[in-house]
T-cell receptor, first 113, second 115 residues
Framework: DSGVTQTPKHLITATGQRVTLRCSPRSGDLSVYWYQQSLDQGLQFLIQYYNGEERAKGNILERFSAQQFPDLHSELNLSSLELGDSALYFC????????????FGPGTRLTVL | GENVEQHPSTLSVQEGDSAVIKCTYSDSASNYFPWYKQELGKGPQLIIDIRSNVGEKKDQRIAVTLNKTAKHFSLHITETQPEDSAVYFCAASGDSGAGSYQLTFGKGTKLSVIP
């Protein structure tokens, strides 16, 4: 158990809908990272927050957004969902501002029908 | 941006044999190279990492080597056990601009250890 929690574990929704994925980092970790894992693209970095502020952006679509709250939990919002958004979404956390020693959560499996 | 290539994509070894997974990276500014193990239905788990000022690092049956000149790094697992069966990912990280760091992952290697 990495200490990172993610909810929900599974999510099934329809095209065009909007969903919110939630992540609670390990106690004491200030950085939260979001990744998308799909069979064709592998593990791709989406976005990082550090202590409430956006730190780095990767291959995140404009339909996706994230935020980190004062209690350090983070939410990833996915809107206007398409079939191709079906994937595993992982959250990771680290103590540092930068990417060293990232601990991953168990993931949320999103299925868009 | 950074590009990480990982080989092989699948690897089968007999229990007790060694396994080697290789990765190459493109950005000479990358200076941090972690390896992750992902078991079925779970998130990736960091198993070992190496920084660019070190050529080799070992932790029990797992070792990682780094060749900065050739821009490649490898994971070595000795005396493999069935519980080593999983997907292994390499990654690279460095300053991608404005002091921002992010991990770029390889596509993964599915390791099967045959009892």
């Amino acid at each position: 158990d990495s200490g990172v929690t993610q909810t929900p574990k599974h999510l099934i929704t329809a095209t065009g809908q909007r969903v919110t994925l939630r992540c609670s980092p390990r106690s004491g970790d200030l950085s939260v990272y979001w990744y998308q894992q799909s069979l064709d693209q592998g593990l791709q970095f989406l976005i990082q927050y550090y202590n409430g502020e956006e730190r780095a952006k990767g291959n995140i679509l404009e339909r996706f957004s994230a935020q980190q709250f004062p209690d350090l939990h983070s939410e990833l919002n996915l809107s206007s969902l398409e079939l191709g958004d079906s994937a595993l979404y992982f959250c990771a956390s680290s103590v540092a501002r930068d990417s060293d020693w990232q601990y991953f959560g168990p993931g949320t499996r999103l299925t868009v029908l | 941006g950074e590009n990480v290539e990982q080989h092989p994509s699948t690897l089968s070894v007999q229990e007790g044999d060694s396994a080697v997974i290789k990765c190459t990276y493109s950005d000479s500014a990358s200076n941090y190279f972690p390896w992750y193990k992902q078991e079925l239905g779970k998130g990736p788990q960091l198993i070992i990492d190496i920084r660019s000022n070190v050529g080799e690092k070992k932790d029990q049956r797992i070792a990682v080597t780094l060749n900065k000149t050739a821009k490649h790094f490898s994971l070595h697992i000795t005396e493999t056990q069935p519980e080593d069966s999983a997907v292994y990912f390499c990654a690279a990280s460095g300053d991608s601009g404005a002091g921002s760091y992010q991990l770029t992952f390889g596509k993964g290697t599915k390791l099967s250890v045959i009892p």
